[in-house]
């Protein structure tokens, strides 16, 4: 099955910084998600994007619907201690119950 | 409040053993998934459910089966654990239906070791 490549693997950042990563499929998806996974725990739903083009926030997250739709971008700006975790991108189709998660990207914050 | 619970956070198993992962979710949802996490391969579907005694198989479904006897209750099965099967395993479920209904919801998920 199809997986969606996310850029970079892993990231290692000072506290305050601005944090960004994109998503990549060779196919085009009808919706883009977003997930964090806190260490020990299951992932969680951050932000959904549902429209080409489409630029949302939640707090100090934004996240961009590529236009193409075969992509996707997530940045935190300012990044603090509870951002650490892995981000997983994830895309949907109309008429399917399925997600295709992609392989995600570690964020570790150097003290 | 949304709960997808697991039975066992961490789990040790040896080569050849029949494993039972379980499963509950308490929000009436018919859709329920497990994937497995791999470093550097993400979230990879093994198989899904969307209504009891309903499954269809995932993107990596060899060795491994599932049960669905209850609503609430979705089962991996891994017939006979191999080495290769150490990983961790998440299970997920979500309400059926398009909109805004993609979100999934995730337990804290098993880590196995097959040794």
């Known amino acids: 099955g199809q997986q969606l490549n996310q850029s970079p693997q892993s990231m290692f950042i000072q506290e305050g910084e601005d944090v960004s990563m994109n998503c990549t499929s060779s196919s085009i998806f009808n919706t883009w998600l977003w997930y964090k996974q806190d260490p020990g725990e299951g992932p969680v739903l951050l932000i959904a994007l549902y429209k080409a083009g489409e630029l949302t926030s939640n707090g100090r997250l934004t996240a961009q619907f590529g236009i193409t739709r075969k992509d996707s971008f997530l940045n935190i700006s300012a990044s603090i201690p509870s951002d650490v975790g892995i981000y997983f991108c994830a895309g949907h189709n109309f008429g399917n119950e399925k997600l295709t998660f992609g392989t995600g990207t570690r964020l570790t914050i150097i003290p | 409040d949304v709960k997808v619970t697991q039975s066992s956070r961490y789990l040790v198993k040896r080569t050849g053993e029949k494993v039972f992962l379980e499963c509950v979710q308490d929000m009436d949802h018919e859709n329920m998934f497990w994937y497995r996490q791999d470093p550097g391969l993400g979230l990879r579907l093994i198989y899904f459910?969307?209504?009891?005694?309903?499954?269809e198989k995932g993107d990596i479904p060899e060795g491994y089966s599932v049960s669905r006897e209850k609503k609430e209750r979705f089962s991996l099965i891994l017939e006979s654990a191999s080495t290769n099967q150490t990983s961790m395993y998440l299970c997920?479920?979500?309400?059926?239906?398009?909109?805004?209904?993609?979100?999934?919801?995730f337990g804290p998920g098993t880590r196995l070791t097959v040794t």
């Open positions: 459910s969307y209504d009891v005694k309903m499954k």
């Open positions: 997920a479920s979500k309400p059926p239906g398009q909109g805004f209904a993609h979100e999934q919801y």
